[in-house]
């Protein structure tokens, strides 16, 4: 069982940036593929960024590439979303969630965090 727990969220006006970290425990994470999620009100969750075990394989999702960046550091267990030039259309709960494989969908991840808001002002 692995635990997920995101912080860094917030309030951010347009153009601003936030650093989303994923910490988890119970595991060690080094051999599972990472990935962070969104879901803004009244729409389905989609991928945003993921990253494979090793930190070479990253994704991004068109609506952010340049902007943001998935990282990792297995000592301590933590990935981490850097994210720039925010748009309000970032506004969503993002979610980190834990995998075998640095896929897309949610069916390849199989441990969740609750999720941490981000609101971008316009």
């Known amino acids: 069982q692995v635990r997920v727990v995101e912080s860094g969220g917030g309030l951010v006006q347009s153009g601003g940036s936030l650093r989303l970290s994923c910490a988890t425990s119970?595991?060690?994470?080094?051999?599972?593929?990472m990935a962070w999620f969104r879901q803004a009100p009244g729409k389905k969750r989609e991928s945003v960024a993921t990253?494979?075990?090793?930190?070479?394989?990253?994704y991004y999702a068109d609506s952010v590439k340049g902007r943001f960046t998935i990282s990792r550091a297995n000592a301590n267990n933590t990935v981490y979303l850097q994210m720039n030039n925010l748009k309000p259309e970032d506004t969503a709960v993002y979610f980190c969630?834990?995998?075998?494989?640095?896929?897309?969908?949610?069916?390849?991840?199989?441990?969740w965090g609750q999720g941490t808001q981000v609101t971008v002002s316009s």
């Open positions: 990253i494979g075990s090793s930190g070479s394989r990253t």
């Open positions: 119970g595991r060690t994470i080094y051999s599972y593929a």
């Open positions: 969630a834990v995998g075998f494989a640095p896929v897309v969908t949610e069916g390849g991840y199989i441990y």
